[in-house]
């Protein structure tokens, strides 16, 4: 029986749609018979299955799993839990792949499955191939066995494994995601004092969406840490790969600025070492690598892009300014994955070896302006030319251009970049500047470049 996926959920680095819509139950099964089928020409028998918190997970992971044992797979069933947790599972347990069922920080009508096979990240042409693999039926046959193994107290113990900071008091934000059991179980397992809010698991995210990228969605989580004077603040996504910060007067530390706290306790202990970073990061960044005798590279925004970057250059940690960051297996003794209950664990040890202040961390970083990430819809044949259009005259103009991902320029007030989603149809735009003079100034270089084009910043583009 051969199955059609909406191609709308195809996307780059996982499968993702909405439940009833454009994705179901008929293609969890296909994805484990296409998934299934991919381990088994590779020479594998099993593959780890968890889920997240949301609605429809439990409905889709059963389809999933019924289609990996019918293509002879033989299933180990995690449970609900974060997606670093079925990583974590993938890379310890004698399986051969390893598949997620999880909407990450969409809204609650999304689902999605994001799939690991023999450590590796399956993404780009492999989730393509499920769909030739199922408009052809081209699917091994068996019939697997299922088994059940509760991983969570392994995978909270592996977290705290070598924790030497001292005791701190600290507000936690599950978000009523998938996270929620790993925070209430790791908080038990630390020194000091921790307030923990929206820890239950909830697929209906009734208190707030779960992206701390997201200011407004920190609100939450600041007032905590302002009210009971804690001396920070962490907060996770929906299915716990990017972490979130506050620290202790309530401002946001972002997703850069984490890791250029992370950067610092890593380059003592190995001087010169890579640290990779999104061309969305701040300049702040790549500076404070250099200037800690590290190697700053700039990299193409996404998570499967980034860790096949870390494996090339051997870099022991990345990050991206949406907050997911990555620790490499050969310095971490972790696994290349992004987990954000690791990176918090991390952030918590690095503060301790800097002084033990966040707020005094934050203070003490350049005072810079910038935009957050602004989106707008731009039409998908389009967004790759206006992209190439863009670059075409900033090189007729002699413009200082990196053309890593899409346009990042740097002038004498800051830098901008506009570059094309690889999800959806939209163009992403970032700009940075020492006062808000010179900020304003490379927003009217992004804005004459669209014109150019045909385009304006228009109204926000949700995610």
């Not at 191609?7 to 179901?24: C, K, M, N, S, W």
């Not at 780009?124 to 046959?141: K, P, T, V």
């Not at 989106?375 to 206006?386: G, H, I, L, N, T």
């Amino acid at each position: 029986m051969t199955h059609r996926f909406d191609p709308t959920a195809l996307r780059e680095y996982d499968i993702r749609g909405i439940v009833g819509q454009t994705l179901g139950p008929d293609d969890a099964w296909a994805i484990g018979r296409g998934f299934g089928t991919r381990v088994r020409r590779n020479g594998g028998t099993r593959v780890a299955v968890g889920y997240d918190g949301r609605v429809s997970s439990v409905e889709l992971e059963s389809a999933l799993v019924r289609g990996l044992t019918e293509t002879g797979i033989d299933v180990v069933r995690v449970g609900l839990g974060p997606t670093p947790m079925l990583y974590y599972a993938e890379a310890t347990l004698e399986v051969d792949g390893g598949v997620q069922i999880t909407g990450s920080h969409n809204p609650a009508e999304y689902n999605g499955f994001k799939m690991v096979l023999a450590h590796a990240p399956f993404f780009g042409s492999d989730i393509q191939d499920l769909a030739r693999l199922a408009e052809g039926a081209d699917w091994e046959d068996g019939a697997g066995t299922v088994s059940n193994y509760s991983i969570i107290d392994d995978y909270v113990a592996r977290l705290v494994e070598g924790y030497d900071a001292g005791p701190f008091r600290i507000g936690w934000d599950a978000g009523n995601g998938a996270a929620g059991e790993v925070i209430d179980k790791l908080v038990k397992l630390l020194p000091g004092e921790h307030l923990t809010i929206f820890t239950d698991i909830d697929g209906a995210f009734p208190n707030h969406h779960p992206d701390p990228t997201e200011e407004k969605n920190l609100a939450d989580l600041k007032r905590l840490v302002i009210d009971n004077k804690l001396d920070f603040g962490l907060a996770f996504d929906g299915d716990g790969d990017r972490i979130g910060a506050v620290d202790g007067k309530g401002r946001v530390v972002w997703g850069d600025q984490i890791l250029s706290i992370l950067a610092q306790p890593l380059l003592a202990a190995l001087p010169g070492a890579t640290v990779i970073a999104d061309v969305k990061a701040s300049q702040m960044l790549y500076d404070r690598v250099a200037e800690l005798g590290g190697n700053p590279v700039m990299w193409k925004t996404g998570h499967s892009l980034v860790k096949t970057k870390m494996k090339e250059t051997g870099a022991p940690l990345a990050g991206e300014m949406s907050g997911h960051i990555f620790f490499a297996k050969d310095y971490y003794g972790f696994y290349g994955f992004d987990d954000a209950q690791f990176a918090a664990i991390q952030l918590i040890r690095a503060i301790a070896s800097q002084g033990g202040s966040l707020t005094a961390l934050k203070d003490a970083m350049p005072a810079l302006v910038n935009t957050p990430e602004m989106r707008f819809q731009v039409d998908e044949s389009r967004k790759f030319a206006v992209v190439d259009e863009v670059l075409d005259r900033l090189e007729a103009e002699g413009a200082t251009v990196d053309r890593t991902d899409g346009a990042r320029v740097n002038t004498p007030d800051g830098w901008w970049l506009l570059r094309a989603s690889n999800t959806q149809d939209v163009l992403v735009a970032r700009a940075e500047s020492t006062d808000q003079a010179g900020l304003d100034r490379l927003l009217a270089m992004i804005d004459a470049q669209l014109a150019a084009s045909g385009l304006e910043r228009g109204p926000q583009a949700g995610h």
